[in-house]
């Protein structure tokens, strides 16, 4: 049974670059999409963007250029990369894995704060 | 961009039947998916594609459209409602025309 898990640091300073990892167990990464959203406290779900396995990626526009989705098949995982975190960005972060995009697989989600 | 539309809170009685809604221009013509989320715990997909059921979501649980041409209102159905469906419900469309995945504003379950 294939399983996520995020890793990556709970807390960020403003203005800093946060950096997610998403190990994948139990199937190979080189198949379907690979995504990340994101749930501020007490707020909904937010997409902030995927990679398809060949390698095409898409991001939320009101994330503007912020946003990174990268691929490792070496290491089956995928990263997120968000730059100029404010304290905005903080949230709740999953990663998540679906066929044709929507989502049958989550991780347990990571909760990073940003805070000087 | 595209914009779904859920109420934010419905409630109902356990034994009765729960329709929660989803609102978007044309819905009907997108594949609708919908999510089970309870507190502290990630989302689970409850319905994908309209009206399809994961393996391991009860029958309870179904998915329908609703309007005039292709439909503006998604429905995500609880028969025979427990305690256990307490939950955030949120709804998802994959929009094609800018290649987005949007969510709606999510619709609190409460089990009186």
């Known amino acids: 049974q294939v399983q996520l898990q995020e890793s990556g640091p709970g807390l960020v300073k403003p203005s800093e670059s946060l950096s997610l990892t998403c190990n994948v167990s139990g199937g190979s990464i080189s198949r379907y999409y690979w995504s990340w959203i994101r749930q501020p406290p007490g707020k909904g779900l937010e997409w902030i963007g995927y990679?398809?396995?060949?390698?095409?990626?898409n991001y939320n526009p009101s994330l503007g250029s912020r946003a990174t989705v990268s691929l490792d098949t070496s290491k089956n995982q995928f990263s997120l990369n968000l730059k100029s975190m404010t304290a905005a960005d903080t949230a709740v972060y999953y990663c998540?894995?679906?066929?044709?995009?929507?989502?049958?697989?989550w991780g347990q989600g990571t909760l990073v704060t940003v805070s000087p | 961009s595209y914009v779904l539309t859920q109420p934010p809170s419905e409630s109902v009685a356990p034994g009765q039947t729960a329709r929660i809604a989803c609102g978007g221009e044309n819905i009907g013509s997108k594949s609708v998916h919908w999510y089970q989320q309870k507190p502290g715990q990630a989302p689970v997909l409850v319905v994908y594609d309209h009206t399809e059921r994961p393996s391991g979501i009860p029958e309870r649980f179904s998915g329908s459209t609703s309007g005039s041409n292709s439909g503006n209102t998604a429905t995500l159905t609880i028969s025979r409602v427990e305690a256990g469906d307490e939950a955030d419900y949120y709804c998802q469309v994959w929009d094609s025309s800018t290649d987005q995945v949007v969510f709606g504003g999510g619709t609190k379950l409460t089990v009186l």
């Open positions: 990679i398809y396995y060949s390698g095409n990626t």
């Open positions: 998540v894995s679906g066929s044709n995009l929507y989502f049958d697989l």
